[in-house]
Nanobody, 119 residues
Framework: QVQLVESGGGLVQAGGSLRLSCAAS????????MAWFRQAPGKEREFVAS????????DYADSVKGRFTISRDNAKNTVYLQMNDLKPEDTAVYYC????????????WGQGTQVTVTS
């Protein structure tokens, strides 16, 4: 079992920045892929970014490429999402998730953190 706790959401003006954190506890994240998803009101949850805990390889949704950066701190068992040049359409609840590297389904989810971007 991996427990995930997000933090760092808030209210920001368009063009601003926020950094989300996802602290993992329980089973070590090694061998997992960690990801951020988001869900805006009335929309389906969508993939934002992922990082392989062991290899450090990353992947991004086209809508956030060049603006968001996912990273990890092995010593703190924490994954970050640095969000720059935020836009109103980035407004959503952001969720941290984890899956074993050889699975496709994300089995572990955090409770979510709200990000609101005003124009």
């Amino acid at each position: 079992q991996v427990q995930l706790v997000e933090s760092g959401g808030g209210l920001v003006q368009a063009g601003g920045s926020l950094r989300l954190s996802c602290a993992a506890s329980g089973r070590t994240p090694s061998g997992h892929v960690m990801a951020w998803f988001r869900q805006a009101p009335g929309k389906e949850r969508e993939f934002v970014a992922s990082i392989s805990w062991s290899a450090g390889s990353t992947d991004y949704a086209d809508s956030v490429k060049g603006r968001f950066t996912i990273s990890r701190d092995n010593a703190k068992n924490t994954v970050y999402l640095q969000m720059n040049d935020l836009k109103p359409e980035d407004t959503a609840v952001y969720y941290c998730a984890a899956r074993l590297a050889f699975f496709t389904k994300y089995s572990y989810w955090g409770q979510g953190t709200q990000v609101t971007v005003t124009s």
